[in-house]
C-alpha cells in the first residue's frame, strides 16, 4: 500500500485554493506520535503498530504518548510482553520512547513499567527538547496535590511548547462517554491561564478534534485499538471527527508551529492542520482532510 508520506516532506502546497498543511520535517523540529486505548494485545493494535512503524521511517518520530487504557484486562508481566512489546517492537527497535499516562483500566503498578517512561509516578512532566514540554495527568483522581503540582510545573515552563495528556477528555462528542465536565471544571482554567497549546486524551474510542476553547486545541485519540464505529455525533465544538476506522496522530513541533496529521489504521489522512503557540493564531485546517474526513 502506498504511504501518505513521500520524501521529501516540504512546506505547504495548495488543494482547491486552500493551503494544505505539510509537515516540514525539519531536523531540529520535535516529532511524535499520540495513540490511546490501545492494550488489547489484538488485531487491530498490531496494525495499527505496524503503519507507525512504516510511517517512522519516512517521518523519525522518537516517542510515542500513551493516553490511558494501556493494558485492558489481565496486567501480568506476560501481558506487558503481549499487549504493548509485540504489537510495538518495531518502534521498540528503533529505539522510539514511549511515555504513558493512566487509564481507567489501567492497574497503578504500571507506573513502574520501565518502557511506559512514568518514573515511578502517577503525573509527571518530560523536556525532550528545548522548548517543548509534555504534561502526564492522572485524570482518574486529580487531587489537591496534583494540582499544585501542575500550576507549579506549567508556571516554571515559561513560554515553552506546554501540551498536557491524560486519559478522560474534557471535551468529546461521543456517545459513548462524551465531555469530562467536572474535570474541565478543574482543568481548564489552568490550561488556559499558563498558556497551554493542546491537550490530548482518550476513553472515547474514536478520533476527534475540537476548536480552540479558550485559546487551547484539544484532541481525541482513543481509537488506536478499540473502536466505536459511528458513535460521534458531532457537536458546536467539533472541528473535525473520525469513527469508521482505528486511528492514532502524528506531529511535528517546528519553532513557533506545531503540524498534527490525525491516519488510520489503513494510511488514510483524516485530518491535518497546524497550530501555533497559544496567542498567536487558531487552528488552519485543509480542504483535502475536510473530505477525507467523516463528518
Not at 488485531?43 to 512503524?53: E, I, K, N, P
Not at 459513548?176 to 497549546?197: C, D, N, Q, T
Request: hydrophobic share 40%; aromatic share 12%; charged share 20%.
Amino acid at each position: 500500500m502506498t504511504m501518505k508520506w513521500a520524501a521529501p516532506l516540504v512546506a505547504s502546497v495548495c488543494f482547491l485554493g486552500t493551503a494544505q498543511a505539510q509537515f516540514p520535517g525539519g531536523p531540529d523540529s520535535f516529532k511524535f506520535a499520540v495513540i490511546g486505548d490501545t492494550g488489547t494485545g489484538g488485531r487491530a493494535q498490531f496494525q495499527v503498530g505496524a503503519r507507525l512503524a512504516q510511517l517512522q521511517k519516512a517521518f523519525p518520530f522518537n516517542s510515542v504518548l500513551m493516553l490511558g487504557d494501556n493494558l485492558y484486562g489481565s496486567q501480568k508481566a506476560r501481558d506487558f510482553v503481549s499487549k504493548f512489546e509485540h504489537p510495538y517492537a518495531d518502534l521498540l527497535t528503533a529505539g522510539v520512547k514511549f511515555y504513558a499516562a493512566l487509564g481507567n483500566h489501567d492497574a497503578p503498578s504500571q507506573q513502574s513499567y520501565e518502557r511506559f517512561n512514568m518514573g515511578g509516578r502517577n503525573y509527571y512532566s518530560f523536556q525532550p527538547m528545548a522548548h517543548v514540554r509534555f504534561f502526564a495527568l492522572d485524570s482518574n483522581r486529580v487531587d489537591r496535590d496534583q494540582l499544585a503540582w501542575l500550576q507549579k510545573e506549567l508556571a516554571q515552563a515559561g513560554d515553552d511548547w506546554k501540551i498536557a495528556f491524560f486519559h478522560h477528555p474534557l471535551y468529546s462528542s461521543a456517545m459513548r462517554h462524551g465531555s469530562s465536565l467536572e474535570l474541565r471544571a478543574m482543568l481548564e482554567p489552568i490550561f488556559a491561564k499558563y498558556g497551554v497549546a493542546a491537550v490530548f486524551a482518550g476513553h472515547d474510542h474514536t478520533y476527534e478534534r475540537v476548536k480552540p476553547q479558550k485559546g487551547v486545541t484539544y484532541f481525541v485519540v482513543g481509537g488506536s485499538s478499540k473502536l466505536r464505529a459511528n458513535s460521534v455525533r458531532p457537536g458546536a465544538f467539533t472541528a473535525k471527527s473520525f469513527d469508521t476506522d482505528n486511528s492514532f496522530a502524528l506531529f511535528e513541533i517546528d519553532k513557533d508551529t506545531m503540524y498534527f496529521r490525525g491516519v488510520s489504521r489503513t494510511g488514510k489522512v483524516v485530518d491535518e492542520g497546524s497550530l501555533l503557540r497559544p496567542g498567536t493564531e487558531h487552528v488552519t485546517t485543509s480542504a483535502a482532510a475536510a473530505e477525507s474526513a467523516h463528518q
